[in-house]
C-alpha cells in the first residue's frame, strides 16, 4: 500500500507563478486535508474535505484553492505564488470517524 | 494567538533516560488529543493519543499524561533510544472531529 502520495516532491516557482500539488490515497478515505509546515509554527490547515464534493477552509486557506477531483485525490493549487508561501505541504487523510490522519511525505516549496 | 503551545523547540537526552515533551493548550474544546512523530524527509506519523476522559494512556516505552484542569499535555518516553531522536508534535483535535490543531514541535535528540 502507498498510502498518500504527493507529487511533486521539490518545486521552485518565481512570485507570480501558478502550480497545482497533486495528492491521492489508496486507503479508501472519506477525508483528505492540506497543510503547510513552518519552522516553530507546526503544522497549520489550508483546506480540508470532509467527503467527495465537499472542500472547507481551514486556519490559512487565502491564496489557495483545492479542488476534490474524486475519493482518492485533492489537490492544492497556488494561482499567483508569494513568497510567503514557501513552506513543506503535508497532505493528509482519514476514514469517517477516526482521529487519527496518515500524512503523506511532504512537497517543498520554495517561492522566489 | 496558538492554541497549542510545544514552549522547548529542542530536548537532549542520554540513551536509557527518559525524555518528557510537554504541550500546553488554550481551547478547552479540545477534547482529543495525539502525539506525532517526524524524521526529516517524511511525513508525520502518528504515534500514540489520549481521549480527555483519560488521564494516561501507555504504549510500550510510550505513556501520555493529560492534565484537563492545567490544560496540559505530556509525552514519557522510557528507556530513550537514538532512534526516537526526532521532532515530536503535540496535536489537539476540535470536539466536531473535524479540525486537528498542532503544537509546533520539539525536537528529541537522543545520545548515544
Known amino acids: 500500500n502507498a498510502g498518500v502520495t504527493q507529487t511533486p516532491k521539490f518545486q521552485v516557482l518565481k512570485t507570480g507563478q501558478s502550480m497545482t500539488l497533486q495528492c491521492a490515497q489508496d486507503?479508501?478515505?472519506?477525508?483528505m486535508y492540506w497543510y503547510r509546515q513552518d519552522p516553530g509554527m507546526g503544522l497549520r490547515l489550508i483546506y480540508y474535505?470532509?467527503?467527495?464534493?465537499?472542500?472547507d477552509k481551514g486556519e490559512v486557506p487565502n491564496g489557495y484553492n483545492v479542488s476534490r477531483l474524486n475519493k482518492r485525490e485533492f489537490s492544492l493549487r497556488l494561482e499567483s505564488a508569494a513568497p510567503s508561501q514557501t513552506s513543506v505541504y503535508f497532505c493528509?487523510?482519514?476514514?469517517?470517524?477516526?482521529?487519527?490522519?496518515?500524512f503523506g511525505a511532504g512537497s517543498r516549496l520554495t517561492v522566489l | 494567538d496558538q492554541q497549542v503551545k510545544q514552549n522547548s523547540p529542542s530536548l537532549s537526552v542520554q540513551e536509557g533516560r527518559i525524555s518528557i515533551l510537554n504541550c500546553d493548550y488554550t481551547?478547552?474544546?479540545?477534547?482529543?488529543f495525539l502525539w506525532y512523530k517526524k524524521y526529516p524527509a517524511e511525513g508525520p506519523t502518528f504515534l500514540i493519543s489520549i481521549s480527555s476522559i483519560k488521564d494516561k494512556n501507555e504504549d510500550g516505552r510510550f505513556t501520555v499524561f493529560l492534565n484537563k484542569s492545567a490544560k496540559h499535555l505530556s509525552l514519557h518516553i522510557v528507556p530513550s533510544q537514538p532512534g526516537d531522536s526526532a521532532v515530536y508534535f503535540c496535536?489537539?483535535?476540535?470536539?466536531?472531529?473535524?479540525?486537528?490543531?498542532f503544537g509546533g514541535g520539539t525536537r528529541l535528540m537522543v545520545k548515544p
Open positions: 474535505s470532509a467527503s467527495e464534493g465537499t472542500t
Open positions: 496535536a489537539a483535535l476540535n470536539n466536531a472531529g473535524n479540525m486537528l490543531t
Open positions: 493528509a487523510s482519514n476514514r469517517a470517524g477516526a482521529n487519527v490522519l496518515t
Open positions: 486507503m479508501n478515505h472519506n477525508s
Open positions: 481551547n478547552s474544546m479540545f477534547d482529543y
